[in-house]
């Protein structure tokens, strides 16, 4: 598994964005709060993808680097609509992966919905076996929606094109419906020019990277022609003119 390599201050906090060369981000959600993602993203969306919370069977979401878990319990709460009076007992569960460690830890102890939402650490360009696991525990084959959101840029950066390609494969191979927000190309420059500041080495792809310009066009090509998924909807694009893109298996 890749190693997290941090600059931190005496209390342990990232010191500088550049720090971050995986996008393990310490303090994410606070220069990118939740509600970015969410003014954007459907209440209904699971009840229009046909899922009714409270069913016989559950339904799986799949948080794709969750960091320290804000988002997922954010999209899990704006998603799973709960009566505040006499709450029910839902059948929508959530599991959350990153690969570090000291997120995924922050993740499990300020979790508020642990008996609906876990978290692991996984590296999913390496191993894919415990989200299988997750699968057969809840008698599923797929996740029913799968969040990959500012993921692939940093997998694309340290993994190369064929490790985005592989990625996206990977999700479309577990996922019926696929949220996907891929960072644009001017969003690599910048973080290889953090890298830089640092004093450290560019990413080890960033120079010989074939898949540039909009790379999101390049994913939903790789989606539709590889993977058997369908670009069945735009949300838009975020603040940080990021597309919104939601696929679903043919």
């Not at 931190?8 to 509600?35: C, L, Q, R």
């Not at 310009?213 to 994913?219: E, F, I, K, N, S």
């Amino acid at each position: 598994m890749a190693t997290c390599q941090r600059v931190e201050d005496p209390d342990g906090e990232i010191t500088d964005p550049g720090a971050a060369p995986y996008g393990n981000f310490m303090n994410y959600y606070s220069f990118n709060p939740p509600e970015n993602r969410l003014s954007l993203i459907p209440a209904t969306l699971l009840h229009d993808l046909g899922h009714r919370d409270g069913g016989e069977e559950p339904t799986l979401i799949l948080d794709v680097g969750c960091n320290s878990g804000e988002l997922s319990v954010a999209v899990y709460k704006h998603l799973v609509q709960q009566p505040e009076e006499k709450p029910q007992r839902s059948t929508v569960h959530l599991l959350g992966f990153d690969l570090d460690e000291a997120l995924v830890e922050r993740a499990q102890r300020t979790n508020p919905l642990r008996s609906n939402i876990s978290f692991i650490q996984l590296d999913i360009t390496e191993d894919g076996d415990q989200l299988q696991d997750y699968l057969r525990r809840h008698g599923c084959s797929r996740f029913h929606l799968c969040l990959c959101l500012a993921v692939t840029m940093w997998v694309h950066l340290n993994h190369g094109d064929s490790g985005l390609l592989q990625l996206l494969s990977r999700l479309a191979s577990v996922s019926r419906h696929l949220l996907l927000e891929a960072q644009p190309w001017k969003c690599y420059r910048s973080a290889a020019r953090r890298l830089r500041k640092l004093g450290r080495s560019d990413f080890e792809h960033f120079k010989t990277l074939k898949i540039q310009g909009d790379v999101a066009q390049h994913a939903t090509e790789h989606l539709q022609r590889h993977c058997g998924m369908e670009l069945m909807q735009s949300f838009g694009s975020t603040a940080w003119d990021r597309k919104l893109l939601l696929f679903r298996r043919r």
